[in-house]
């Protein structure tokens, strides 16, 4: 097996957290083979790439050592969940990878977002204006931006993300008015 086609540390720790954090699973266990081998499939079907064993376990027992999943007896049965820390950790790595894939053809219709974050929140005022940018939305005025594709979802996820969701409104139109060139030529929507 070639190395390359294999998961990396982070990517396995981001499936694992991935399988767990679903609907709050939580695995019936023996041991951390064990584990390993009860997740190797859900994480298999996920990326559909190689993982060794030995590298499940070892981020197994990293993430349970950092307090990321934790190992429980109920019962007399082993169980592992992942814990409010793993939560975080999804949500960070939720965060840094989301994407907003624009589509083959366009309906006409824009996703307006408007903030008006206070002065005292102006760390997270800049930093959710450097993600909608990150997101590939337009800057269309200071506190404006837009983007051809629905993303009601991400723009919440964002907002609640840097506690500002009550700041932050987002609708959609079919126009934006007579600078809607503007937006047409950054997205390249020429004649559409």
């Known amino acids: 097996m070639v190395l390359s086609h294999r998961l990396g540390k982070e990517e396995i720790v981001r499936a694992i957290l ?5 609907a709050g699973i939580v ?8 584990a390993a081998l009860l997740l190797k499939p859900f994480i298999r079907k996920r990326h559909k790439r190689a993982i060794a064993d030995d590298s499940l376990e070892r981020s197994l027992r990293r993430m349970a050592k950092k307090r990321i999943v934790e190992f429980s007896v109920r019962n007399g049965k082993t169980y592992l969940q992942i814990t409010e820390n793993g939560r975080k950790k999804l949500k960070q790595i939720e965060f840094e990878s989301m ?3 624009m589509s083959r053809s366009w309906n006409g219709v824009w996703t307006v977002i ?10 997270a005022r800049d930093a959710l204006r450097r993600k909608l940018k990150d ?3 337009y800057q269309y005025h200071k506190s404006v931006f837009v983007h051809p594709v629905s993303c009601d979802d991400e723009i919440d996820f964002v907002a609640e993300f840097f506690e500002v ?6 609708f959609e ?3 934006l008015g007579n600078q809607e060139h503007r937006a047409r030529r950054f ?4 004649g559409k």
Not at 27 to 34: C, L, M, Q, Y
């Open 114 to 123: 408007l903030f008006d974050i206070p002065e005292y929140q102006k760390t």
């Open 173 to 175: 139109t079919r126009s």
């Open 27 to 34: 695995v019936a266990v023996a041991t951390v083979p064990n």
């Open 135 to 137: 997101l590939g939305c």
């Open 165 to 170: 969701g009550r700041h932050v409104i987002h």
């Open 99 to 101: 994407k907003i894939e």
């Open 18 to 22: 991935a399988v767990l954090g679903v």
């Open 187 to 190: 997205f390249r929507l020429y």
